[in-house]
């Protein structure tokens, strides 16, 4: 099996409602999203580490949060 075929099998079970027009459109969506992703990095490579410094601080918050409630 090749990756992409591996990587739809994983994403869409058998049996599910999704097409091939729907997985097609996903992965254009994911490759634009990508691409934009990649030319904001390379124009602004600083703003683009402190975004990741800011999402991961956040989300390091949200999860110790959580699991402190979890143990109390």
């Known amino acids: 099996m ?3 075929e591996i990587a739809e099998e994983l994403l869409v079970p058998p049996g599910s409602e999704f097409g ?3 997985i097609a459109a996903v992965r254009t ?3 634009d999203f990508e691409h934009q992703a990649r030319t904001l990095i390379r124009q ?3 703003v683009a ?3 990741a ?3 991961g601080y956040v ?3 949200i999860v110790a949060r959580a ?3 979890r143990h109390a």
């Open 67 to 69: 699991t402190s409630r």
């Open 44 to 46: 602004r490579p600083v």
């Open 59 to 61: 989300v390091a918050r």
């Open 29 to 31: 969506a994911l490759t």
């Open 53 to 55: 410094v800011g999402v």
């Open 20 to 22: 091939q027009d729907d």
């Open 2 to 4: 090749i990756p992409d």
């Open 49 to 51: 580490v402190l975004t």
